[in-house]
């Protein structure tokens, strides 16, 4: 079993940073592998950027060039590092990671960006 906790969201004034954490923990190894997504308010979850398996990085448009994943092995955590965001970017997001054969959730953290 798998267990993905999420932290780092909260409220920041535009044209700020985050740094959103995925850490996994239980007796399956996680790869680099992840998805990150978000969902506002009223709107269906999106993709927004995601490392493969292969280790291809792509982002969404609307974040490409604020936003980058990097990871501690370490830690078994991956990180969502946001900059100068923007209101638009005010979601929850969720991170995806694949863990032995099988993808898991994180639970989800709120990221509020004020004008």
């Known amino acids: 079993q798998v267990r993905l906790v999420q932290s780092g969201g909260g409220l920041v004034q535009a044209g700020g940073s985050l740094r959103l954490s995925c850490a996994a923990s239980g007796d399956t190894i996680c790869g680099s592998a992840i998805d990150w997504y978000r969902q506002a308010s009223g709107k269906e979850r999106e993709l927004v950027a995601e490392v493969t398996s292969g280790g291809s990085t792509t982002y969404v448009d609307s974040v490409q060039g604020r936003f980058s994943i990097s990871r501690d092995n370490a830690k078994n955590t991956m990180y969502l590092q946001m900059n100068s965001l923007k209101p638009e970017d005010t979601a929850v997001y969720y991170c995806?990671?694949?863990?032995?054969?099988?993808?898991?959730w994180g639970q989800g953290t709120q990221v509020a960006i004020s004008s």
């Open positions: 995806k990671r694949l863990c032995g054969s099988l993808w898991y």
